[in-house]
């Protein structure tokens, strides 16, 4: 069983910088797979980036890409999402996911392969 905690979620001016922590316990974080995903009021979740158990590996929604950047820290237990560039779109839930994986370079985009979900943090981007 996974615990996953999000953190560093706030209140950020269009064009600003927030970076987002998951830290896990409880299980192996070293052998699941990560990934962020968001839900913004009145709209379904949706895929923001994972990355591989080990790292080698990272995948984002065109939304994000060259904006988002999703890094692990194995010996920490943590994810983060490191978020530039951000704008009023962005605003949402943002989620942490895992899912225990024995292939070291796979990644999950979507939300029904995860297994562990954290309790969310939330974005706001103000215009």
């Known amino acids: 069983q996974v615990q996953l905690v999000e953190s560093g979620g706030g209140l950020v001016q269009a064009g600003g910088s927030l970076k987002l922590s998951c830290a896990a316990s409880?299980?192996?974080?070293?052998?699941?797979?990560m990934g962020w995903f968001r839900q913004a009021p009145g709209k379904e979740r949706e895929f923001v980036a994972a990355?591989?158990?080990?790292?080698?590996?990272?995948h984002y929604a065109d939304s994000v890409k060259g904006r988002f950047t999703i890094s692990r820290d194995n010996a920490k237990n943590t994810v983060y999402l490191q978020m530039s560039s951000l704008k009023p779109e962005d605003t949402a839930v943002y989620y942490c996911?895992?899912?225990?994986?024995?292939?070291?370079?796979?990644?999950?985009?979507?939300?029904?392969?995860?297994?562990?979900w954290g309790q969310g943090t939330q974005v706001t981007v103000s215009s």
């Open positions: 409880g299980g192996t974080f070293g052998s699941s797979a």
């Open positions: 996911a895992a899912e225990p994986d024995p292939i070291p370079m796979r990644v999950h985009t979507v939300g029904s392969e995860y297994d562990y």
């Open positions: 990355i591989s158990r080990r790292g080698g590996a990272t």
